[in-house]
Every structure is written in structure tokens, then in C-alpha cells.
RNA sequence: GUGGGUGUAGCUCAGCUGGUAGAGCAUCGCGUUGUGGUCGCGAGGGUCGCGGGUUCAAGCCCCGUCACUCACCCCA
């Protein structure tokens, strides 16, 4: 958690470090736009009906109501805060579906809200940054290699330090599991995805024990789930895991995975793993699935994540597969805030602070301060004629990088607070260093 | 939801076997009377999370409650 608040799970950051914040998200739409993905935003509220429609009785759901309950209220839909930006999207497309043109691609940066115990990195109000292509009937698969791709430039464009996108394929580990008999692969998915957590030795164990494999399955499950490359070999030594007889699923998932692994070492060099243990938790995702770590911050778990669904969003005969990510912005955010990785230059967006020498002056020195502000230059005026020391500490303690003073002849100097220098100027023409004209974010951050 | 830990000044914390609250930093003022940052001196600031109990006396002990925090679960 970034700092103390006063609710737990609800962050609030200070003016320096919402211009970080504003930063990153700047970023992102800059970055996701360059791809070609169109704006949207979706109401903060969902039937309950809506949200729990796919499975997932348990998401720690907020529900709406009012503190005036009326009697028919029972008539009334129950509403609920989303939990995520895919359920909602999902909801958006087909009741849109008409005035949409498929494959519909997206990036759709909002808050979420989810009940669980909060801690460091988890919130119960968050922010997350998602990217979605959807199609009407059937997608391409190379949507799957382009949104990984898209995030993995949207996380370099950021520039928070190294980071590994972590890929596999649902069909690549379900079929395995049936190629080896081992039919109960939900419950094998969930237990292999804590890999890393629990060790090989309880997740052979926990095999046997709730995905009720054999003891030559769960070694052979967990023999895949330990395969890890950063190229495409992984396909060789799944095959001779798989012996003879690969069932279908399993050579379309290796065919999948392939591809999208060949595509980001050509795309993002460097940024993705093929890691079989990655399996994640919603059950709607049938394809490729994605977690991300930033290194360094490997505790926080995955910062970006998603996969890819068949059949989410649904109207009649009509099927919605889409494929996307989301990033994690306030885990992310909090997490380099509270490390001093992410910091502005200061907490305000003045620029020249323009002091009074009477306060008969306020009126002259907006007009100075006009005059800047007309050229781009954010202004503020001291608000009475305070000693100069005090007006420049005002200004000091804000980070504010130059103070105005104009004299008793009209004659105008500006000084800059850091250096110390002052030198005269003209209203009309000063400007600042561009570098000065809004708060520098400043990263601590190694590579890249 | 389950189990631990912690609540004292704006922040970080001290406060002995119960005796009526302290430090550093920050803030404000003065030295320096209209050009800041350093330094020196001084000042303000606390229902000790809240409620109850024990006691002559509770920040300290007991009970309850709320909040924060960590782990589990789950996830961004």
C-alpha cells in the first residue's frame, strides 16, 4: 500500500503523485490508440444477473441498494459494482452488437470493485487498464498474438523496469491431460497454476489428491507444468512428454502457442516466456492465457493478465469470442509509488508563480499571469503582497520552478527557484525549458 | 470468510512493576522590519481509536467494539 489510508483498500494518492498516476495512464491510451483500439467506457453498475452469469457465485460482488428500501423493491433488478471491465464489455457488446463494426477492438480504463480482504497490491477499489478484441462468430488467432503484443509495448512504453509476460495455452494443458487420461482438468489446471507457491511435491500431491490423477499422471502433469522456454523448444518437449497418440486439442494448442511465442521474440524480443505452469483462475478463458511479472516486484503477482474466451458475450445464436488483457494500474502504481520507483517533480502545475508587490498589484500581475497562461504556461498569483521570502517559500513548497516579480517602473524578472538565478525578462516571450512545462515524472527505476 | 499483530501530536515513534503525556521531523513566529533553502531561539499542536469495567488513581490491567495491518483463500 502506497500510504496510510483511512479506509482499507481505497486508495488515495497525493496531487504529485496523481500527476504519476495521470502519467501512466496517459501512456497507455497513447500506446493502445497507436494500435488502433477505440476508446469506451461502461457504466459503474451491472445486474447482479449480469455479473454472476458465468459461473463465479463467489467474486466478493458489491451490491447496490439504497438506505430508503422500499417495499417493491423486491421488483426491482439488483445491482451490483462490476468486479472487472470483461463482464461489463462482454454486456456492452451484445447489446450493441448492432451498432458495432467486428472484429471490435477496445481499450476501456476504469475502476473495479471487489470485496476481498485487502493487502499490499490488492484493493478493494482498483483501477484497470483492459484491451479486447472481439469478433462476431469467430476471431482470428492472430488477435492473440497482436494483444500481447500491444501490452507488452504498452508496459516498455511505462518504462518501470524489466518485465516477463508469462504464456501458455488452456487447449495446450487440456489436452495433455486427456492425451495422458486424466479427465478431471479444471481441477488439475487449479492446482498446477500454484506451482510456483506450493512446489512440485504438494502439487504432485494435491494431483492425486483433488484432480484424482494416478501417480504417473500428476508426474507427467507436473513434468509439464515445469516446462519453461523462452523460444519455441517448449512444443519438442511437450511432444515427448505426450508420447504416440497427442489428442487434437493438445496439437492445436501447440500450434497456438507456437505461433504467438515465434510472433513476440520477432515483435517484443525479450518479453514473454511459453511457462506451462500458467493456468489462471476464471474459468472463461479457453486459449491462451497471460500473467505478467515485474521484476523486482515479483510479491506483487501478476500486473497484467487475461486470455483469451470463446464464448463470454452471447445474443441468441450469435457468439462473441474475444481475446484481451488488462493491467493492474493501481497495484502497479502503488507499488512504485511506495518503492520511490514513480515520483513527480511536483504537486502542482504551476509553472511561474507571479508575486504582489502591493496588493494593489493583483490586478497587473494577472495580466502577466494571463499573458503566460496564453502561451502555454501554467500560472498562479500570490493572493496579497506577503514578504518576498515568504511568498518564495510559498512558492518553494509546492515545487513550483520560477517566481515573477515585477517592479515599481513596471520592469519584470523572473527567478529561478532552483538555481537561484534571475534575470529580465518580457511576458510577452519568456518561456521555460519545455521540460519545466508540466511536472516531470521521475523514474528510479533500472533498465530500460 | 479464517487466524495472528497493532492503534499515543500532521509523520515516525518513546512512555519502566498503573501515579494525570514526551522526543525527532514537520508547521508557525522571531533573529534577518520585502528575495526562500542553512543556522540559532521560541511557540502552537494530543477526547492516548471508541465504549464499558477493575482501582484512591488507567496510555498501561480486564471485557467489548471499530479501524489498520500481515498470512490463508482468491485475484489486477
Known amino acids: 500500500m502506497a500510504r496510510k489510508a483511512s479506509l482499507s483498500g481505497y486508495l488515495e494518492l497525493l496531487p504529485a503523485e496523481r500527476f504519476a498516476e495521470l502519467h501512466v495512464l496517459d501512456t497507455l491510451r497513447e ?42 423493491s423486491g421488483r426491482e433488478a439488483k445491482l451490483a459494482l462490476r468486479f472487472d471491465n470483461t463482464v461489463p464489455f462482454a454486456r456492452y457488446v451484445t447489446e450493441n452488437a448492432g451498432h458495432l463494426a467486428f472484429p ?14 485487502p493487502q499490499a497490491g490488492r ?65 488439475a489446471l487449479r492446482v498446477v497454476d500454484k506451482l510456483e507457491k506450493i512446489g ?21 502433469a507436473l513434468q509439464l507444468a515445469q516446462i519453461r522456454t523462452s523460444d519455441c523448444t517448449f512444443a519438442d518437449k511437450v511432444r515427448q512428454l505426450a508420447g504416440d497418440r497427442p489428442a487434437d486439442l493438445l496439437q492445436q494448442g501447440l500450434d497456438e502457442l507456437t505461433e504467438l511465442m515465434s510472433e513476440l521474440n520477432a515483435r517484443v524480443p525479450g518479453r514473454a516466456v511459453a511457462d506451462l505452469s500458467i493456468a489462471r483462475g476464471l474459468d472463461y478463458y479457453t486459449g491462451t492465457v497471460v500473467e505478467t511479472v515485474l521484476h523486482g516486484h515479483e510479491d506483487l503477482g ?45 504537486s502542482v502545475p504551476t509553472v511561474v508563480y507571479v508575486t504582489l508587490r502591493s496588493d494593489d498589484d493583483w490586478g497587473p500581475a494577472q495580466d502577466v499571469a494571463d499573458q503566460l497562461r496564453r502561451r502555454g504556461i501554467s500560472a498562479e498569483v500570490a493572493l496579497s503582497a506577503e514578504k518576498f521570502g515568504k511568498q518564495i517559500k510559498y512558492a ?42 508540466t511536472p516531470q515524472i521521475i523514474r528510479k527505476t533500472e533498465g530500460l
Not at 452471447?314 to 462473441?320: H, I, L, M, N, Y
Not at 537561484?420 to 519545466?436: F, I, L, N, R
Open 31 to 72: 500506446v493502445f490508440e497507436a494500435h488502433g483500439f477505440s476508446p469506451l467506457e461502461t457504466r459503474a453498475v451491472e445486474t447482479v444477473e449480469t455479473l454472476l452469469q458465468k459461473g463465479e457465485i463467489d467474486q466478493e460482488i458489491y451490491a447496490i441498494s439504497r438506505l430508503q428500501e422500499e417495499e417493491r
Open 104 to 117: 471490435f477492438r477496445r481499450y476501456q480504463i476504469q475502476k473495479v470493485w471487489r470485496g476481498e480482504r
Open 123 to 187: 484493493f478493494r477499489e482498483f483501477s484497470q487498464a483492459d484491451i479486447d478484441i472481439v469478433g462476431d462468430g469467430a476471431l482470428p488467432f492472430r488477435c492473440d498474438v497482436e494483444i500481447v503484443v500491444v501490452m507488452a509495448r504498452a508496459l516498455e512504453a511505462l518504462r518501470i523496469g524489466d518485465f516477463t509476460l508469462r504464456v501458455n495455452n488452456r487447449k495446450l494443458s487440456e489436452g495433455f491431460y486427456r492425451t495422458i487420461g486424466l479427465t478431471n482438468t479444471p481441477a
Open 200 to 220: 512440485p511435491l504438494r502439487v504432485a500431491e494435491e494431483l492425486r489428491e483433488t484432480a484424482g490423477a494416478s501417480a504417473e499422471q500428476a508426474e507427467l
Open 302 to 346: 501478476s500486473i497484467c493478465s487475461g486470455g483469451r474466451y470463446e464464448s463470454l458475450a452471447s445474443a441468441g445464436k450469435r457468439v462473441f469470442p474475444g481475446v484481451g488483457l488488462s493491467i493492474g494500474v493501481t497495484r502497479l502504481l502503488s507499488a512504485l509509488i511506495s518503492s520511490g520507483e514513480l515520483a513527480s517533480s511536483r
Open 396 to 437: 518553494d513548497r509546492r515545487g513550483i520552478p520560477y517566481v515573477w516579480f515585477t517592479d515599481e517602473l513596471g520592469r519584470h524578472e523572473v527567478k529561478d527557484i532552483r538555481s537561484g538565478s534571475q534575470e529580465s525578462v518580457d511576458p510577452s516571450s519568456w518561456a521555460p525549458p519545455t521540460e519545466d512545462l
